[in-house]
T-cell receptor, first 112, second 114 residues
Framework: GEDVEQSLFLSVREGDSSVINCTYT??????LYWYKQEPGAGLQLLTY?????DMKQDQRLTVLLNKKDKHLSLRIADTQTGDSAIYFC????????????FGAGTRLAVHP | DTAVSQTPKYLVTQMGNDKSIKCEQN?????MYWYKQDSKKFLKIMFS???????INETVPNRFSPKSPDKAHLNLHINSLELGDSAVYFC?????????????FGPGTRLTVL
């Protein structure tokens, strides 16, 4: 079946790097996503990676994909207080439709 | 300007009532979705419509009935509300097809059932 798991909390000091991890079960997933949810707001797509890639970098964000272990990570360099939010990992489910299976979300707290 | 909008933003009601949440998108997308986010922030898809046709229907009580009058609108009607229906409901939209298809989310409707 389709399942996505993430650790629930991460606390980092401002200026440090944050690494949020995710594991998924569906090896046929074509796309994997990272969404950000700020308090009281909807989800905003941060970045995504296609399943034939190992790494994708976008400014302060680096996504690493290990297909063998079905492991996805999001690294945020120079973490700022504005990065405090919930980060959701998601895989695109199989079945021909754009169905997203979300993890439980990792709450990132950035402290001075 | 708003891409995906939902009304109302907050909804407080008594058990047993019937209520509706509306969603509209002005992005020209042909596919719309409803997600439920529970108190632990777990987010799960409920329904999806493509060109007014139901294409995803997860295990949701039949008290929940989505309706899509046109491609730009997807409403969610809930009958006989229960305490467990309290959650934040998110609408989203996207294009359909193959390749990368970003889903754009609305701001959410917080439903509280008393």
């Amino acid at each position: 079946g389709e399942d996505v798991e993430q650790s629930l909390f991460l606390s980092v000091r401002e200026g440090d790097s944050s690494v949020i991890n995710c594991t998924y079960t569906d090896s046929s997933s074509t796309y994997l996503y990272w969404y950000k949810q700020e308090p009281g707001a909807g989800l905003q797509l941060l970045t995504y990676i296609f399943s034939n890639m190992d790494m994708k970098q976008d400014q302060r964000l680096t996504v690493l994909l290990n297909k063998k272990d079905k492991h996805l990570s999001l690294r945020i360099a120079d973490t700022q207080t504005g990065d405090s939010a919930i980060y959701f990992c998601a895989e695109r489910g199989t079945g021909g439709y754009n169905k997203l299976i979300f993890g439980a979300g990792t709450r990132l707290a950035v402290h001075p | 300007d708003t891409a995906v909008s939902q009304t109302p933003k907050y909804l407080v009601t008594q058990m047993g009532n019937d209520k509706s949440i509306k969603c509209e998108q002005n992005l020209g997308h042909d596919t719309m979705y409803w997600y439920k986010q529970d108190s632990k922030k777990f987010l799960k898809i409920m329904f999806s419509y493509n060109n007014k046709e139901l294409i995803i229907n997860e295990t949701v009580p039949n008290r929940f009935s989505p309706k899509s009058p046109d491609k730009a609108h997807l409403n969610l009607h809930i009958n006989s509300l229960e305490l467990g229906d309290s959650a934040v409901y998110f609408c989203a939209s996207s294009l359909s097809g193959t390749g990368f298809l970003e889903q754009f989310f609305g701001p959410g409707t917080r439903l509280t059932v008393l």
